[in-house]
Every structure is written in C-alpha cells, then in structure tokens.
C-alpha cells in the first residue's frame, strides 16, 4: 500500500463513522442536560486520557481477548468515570459513558486509529463547551446582585457550590 492509500483509507474511516458520532454527541448532550455536574475536563484530560484509555481499555484487550473481552474492559472504562460520583448513582450514570463507548469499539473495528481520534475530538469538544459554560456562569454572576457592583476585586473563580442542585438533577432524572 502507497502512502496516499493508507491516507485516503483513513479520510473514508472518518467520513464514515462521523454520522454515528454526530449521534453519540446529540445523546450525550440530551442526557446531560438533564443532570447538572461539575465537569472535570481540563487540558490534560483531553490530550492524555483518549491515549491511554484507548490503548488499555480498548485496544491492548481487543489484541488480547477480541471484542469481547475489549466490551468488559469498555464497561470498566465506563464505571471508572463515575468514580467522583455518589456511590447511589454511581452504576446508573455508569451507563451514560456505555454509547460512547460503543461508538469506540465500533471505530477500532473499522480502523484503530479512529477510536483514538475520535476520543480525541469527543474530549476537546467537552472540553471547549465546559469553557464556554464556565464563562457564561462568570458573567451572569458578575451581572447578577450576588457581589456589590463597587468591589472590583471579586475573585470569580470561588463560586459557590450548590451540591443540593446536583443531587436533586440526578435523583430527578433517575427516579424509578
């Protein structure tokens, strides 16, 4: 194979599996409106967990075990997301992690390299928009009557948390 081949091969992978990823995203962004987190996103995890959680929970099993043995390690892989999270909630949101999972299962049958940019972009993305939000939370606090208009020197970064929000979002959205 000439190297424009190994190229092209790999631009037709990402065409192909983009629709499906479009999909994940719009789940993932449907389910999480629903419950209100603090996100852990910051650089690294967007430049060093797609390679390592991609080479040990997908790749490395799937050479080792097949796909079957790369699914068990995906579920892993889901359930250690959640480690931050209350222990109540912990195996239910467990499953918000499995259709991206799949989705990766899905690119490293297609083409290995895909699973790692695909996990790559998914986290960038997550990345970029927790930005955005936090920002967004700066400005309407700064706009709101929380802080005196006169103290310039209100440090925004210290925002209160609200855990209630957060357990009540989840409680809401999981109920039975």
């Known amino acids: 194979m000439n190297i424009i081949n190994v190229i092209m ?5 990402f065409l192909k599996l983009f629709p499906l990823f479009i999909v994940v995203l719009v789940i993932e962004s449907v389910v999480q409106r629903k419950i209100v987190y603090k996100s852990f996103f910051d650089e690294r995890s967007y430049l060093e967990a797609p390679l390592f959680e991609e080479a040990i929970f997908r790749y490395v099993p799937f ?6 043995f790369a699914s068990i390690t995906t579920v892993i892989w889901a359930y250690l997301h959640t480690v931050k999270d209350d222990q109540e909630f912990r195996l ?14 899905i690119c490293l049958l297609v083409d290995p390299l895909m ?30 009557n929380l802080f005196n208009a006169s103290n ?25």
């Open 92 to 105: 239910k949101k467990t499953l918000l992690y499995i259709p991206f999972g799949v989705f990766t299962l």
């Open 152 to 176: 310039e020197n209100v440090n925004l970064n210290k925002v209160p948390e609200i855990p209630a929000i957060k357990i009540d979002s989840i409680k809401y959205f999981f109920r039975d």
């Open 63 to 68: 050479l080792v075990g097949g796909i079957v």
């Open 9 to 13: 091969f790999h631009i037709l992978s």
């Open 115 to 144: 699973s790692f940019i695909y996990h790559y972009l998914n986290n960038y993305l997550c990345y970029k928009i927790n930005e955005k939000m936090e920002e967004k939370v700066k400005e309407k606090i700064k706009e709101s």
